[in-house]
């Protein structure tokens, strides 16, 4: 099986950086997806780890250890836009290649 | 536009009643998924299908029902065996291995 585990709730201030922390255990890790997530939307992908290191995309990177069962997203310069809810969600090799969603992270960033 | 449609937006079951949410793909995904959220939590997995003519149960089956006889179209049913269906319901394709999942637009389901 898996357990995911990701912070409830962050807040951070316009301009700033912050770093939202998932950490998971998994059978048969086969890579790792982040999405964004508004109020009352539809998730949408942000990016995909399978491989150690850090992946970046403009505002957003994100970094995974495998040997620590842990990832993070990054989100530099924020803006007032990137209040959502962030979803860590982990591919299992031996359940069928499916992914599991961790609760995900509400981030809301004030003035 | 290619995408995942889903069908109704907002959905009222009264007691007792079987209700159909429909989800439509043009984007010949042959994986699909429905996944129900509650207020502040994640996605739990309810069915999903790889291929036509097939499906399997997620972690929380109970009470819903699905078919998949087009690679288009994977409705979800919410049986009255579903005693709190209220929930926000997202159908997704793709998601195999490396692919990410895209999402449809939900369906906001509430009791009368």
């Known amino acids: 099986g898996q357990n995911i585990d990701q912070p409830t709730e962050m807040t951070a201030t316009e301009g700033a950086i912050v770093q939202i922390n998932c950490t998971y255990q998994t059978s048969g890790f086969n890579g790792l997806f982040w999405y964004q997530q508004h109020a009352g939307e539809a998730p949408t992908f942000l990016s995909y780890n399978v491989l150690d290191g850090l992946e970046e995309k403009g505002r957003f990177s994100s970094f995974l250890s495998r040997s620590k069962g842990y990832s993070y997203l990054l989100l530099k310069e924020l803006q007032m836009k990137d209040s959502a809810s962030y979803l860590c969600?982990?591919?299992?090799?031996?359940?069928?290649?499916?992914?599991?969603f961790g609760d995900g992270t509400t981030l809301t960033v004030k003035p | 536009d290619g995408g995942i449609t889903q069908s109704p937006k907002y959905l009222f079951r009264k007691e007792g009643q079987n209700v159909t949410l429909s989800c439509e793909q043009n984007l010949n995904h042959d994986a699909m998924y429905w996944y129900r959220q509650d207020p502040g939590q994640g996605l739990r997995l309810i069915y999903y299908s790889q291929i036509v003519n097939d499906f399997q149960k997620g972690d929380i089956a109970e009470g819903y029902s699905v078919s998949r006889e087009k690679k288009e179209s994977f409705p979800l049913t919410v049986t009255s065996a579903q005693k709190n269906p209220t929930a926000f319901y997202l159908c997704?394709?793709?998601?195999?291995?490396?692919?990410?999942?895209?999402f449809g637009d939900g369906t906001r389901l509430s009791i009368l």
């Open positions: 969600a982990v591919i299992d090799a031996t359940n069928a290649g499916k992914s599991t």
């Open positions: 997704a394709g793709g998601g195999f291995s490396n692919q990410p999942q895209h």
